[in-house]
């Protein structure tokens, strides 16, 4: 239990600023598939592959802030598409779309 509340006195407020943030935006932004005039559940827009970028820049130079902006967006995502696999309704199932791919 001590172990618990050493690593919260340890995390700071703006981390956490930016980490909740990063959540907030990463649970709407599949969804700006809309606004790209792109198909519903996109592969560009509900994939990690933003989350993928972000990672690969984080590696060339690491800075903490973008780490707890990449913990927030990164779960938000996960919890987006997870919730995507269960839609209210089947009509047209939640498959993704790509867009270089035409099967019709």
Request: charged share 15%.
């Amino acid at each position: 239990m001590e172990e618990i509340f050493n690593s919260l006195n340890k995390l700071d407020f703006m981390g956490m600023t930016v980490a909740i943030t990063a959540f907030l935006v990463g649970l709407k932004f599949p969804d700006f598939d809309f606004k790209l005039k792109l198909k519903h559940r996109n592969i560009l827009t509900h994939s990690p592959f933003l989350v993928f970028i972000f990672l690969y820049y984080y590696t060339k130079e690491p800075v903490e802030i973008t780490r707890y902006f990449i913990i927030g967006f990164s779960l938000a995502i996960g919890i987006h598409l997870i919730f995507d696999l269960f839609p209210k309704g089947w009509g047209g199932g939640s498959l993704l779309k790509i867009p270089i791919v035409s099967l019709q």
